[in-house]
């Protein structure tokens, strides 16, 4: 089955530490984004890859790192630096063709004890 | 700044009845318009909306964009408690980007 996996479901993390949130596609798209989202919002764009070794800043960068070595992976780093990191965060990916229609991950619940 | 503003921000009905649903934007270098629907968890794929007046239909879904007035507008017929999500407006732009609203939390009751 082609799709986006994202793992974990869930994530507990005390303050200070970073922790690594996984993007896995296997429907050869060539962008991928990440998106962060709290209650009552809509998606606000972290970063975004549209090759392989490539990624920009999206709107809201500061604090996460990103990294793009395979075409078919791009891992989310929320970095200690986030003041505020519980949220739910969702990957995309889109072709290049068609880059608008973005297929969503199932997301991962991330919260900060 | 970029910005899509959908209303109302929550709805709530009785089935069978019909909603519309709301979206504005400001975006420079307009390409196009998106709805989603996202219940639990991850959004799914509604429409893609390029050119003015022209209606997109899927079942009991529909979608029209206006790019003069800057607005899109979905209507949703003879509700189902399954229709129960929130329904999100986003815009792409010439530079690869997508920009969200807030969205429209839609309850149905039965």
């Known amino acids: 089955d082609g799709g986006i996996t994202q793992s974990p479901k869930y994530l507990f993390r005390k303050e200070g530490q970073n922790v690594t949130l996984s993007c896995e596609q296997n429907?050869?798209?060539?962008?991928m984004y990440w998106y962060r989202q709290d209650p009552g919002q809509g998606l606000r764009l972290i970063y975004y890859?549209?090759?392989?070794?490539?990624?920009q800043k999206g709107d809201i960068a500061e604090g996460y790192s990103v990294s793009r070595e395979k075409k078919e992976s791009f891992p989310l780093t929320v970095t200690s630096a986030q003041k505020n990191p519980t949220a739910f965060y969702l990957c995309?990916?889109?072709?290049?063709?068609?880059?608008?229609?973005?297929?969503f991950g199932p997301g991962t619940r991330l919260t900060v004890l | 700044e970029d910005k899509v503003v959908q209303s109302p921000l929550s709805l709530v009905v009785h089935e069978g009845d019909t909603v519309t649903l709301n979206c504005s934007y400001e975006?420079?270098?307009?390409?196009?318009l998106l709805w989603y629907k996202q219940e639990k968890k991850a959004p799914t794929f509604l429409f893609m909306l390029?050119?003015?007046?022209i209606e997109k239909k899927s079942g009991r879904l529909s979608s029209i964009l206006d790019k003069k007035e800057l607005f899109s507008i979905l209507n949703i017929t003879a509700t189902q408690t399954g229709d129960s999500a929130v329904y999100l407006c986003a815009v792409g732009n010439q530079g690869d980007k997508i920009i969200f609203g807030k969205g429209t939390r839609l309850h149905i009751l039965p």
């Open positions: 390029t050119s003015s007046g």
């Open positions: 975006v420079t270098n307009f390409r196009s």
């Open positions: 890859s549209q090759i392989v070794n490539d990624f």
């Open positions: 995309a990916s889109t072709t290049a063709v068609s880059t608008d229609t973005q297929y």
């Open positions: 429907l050869n798209h060539d962008a």
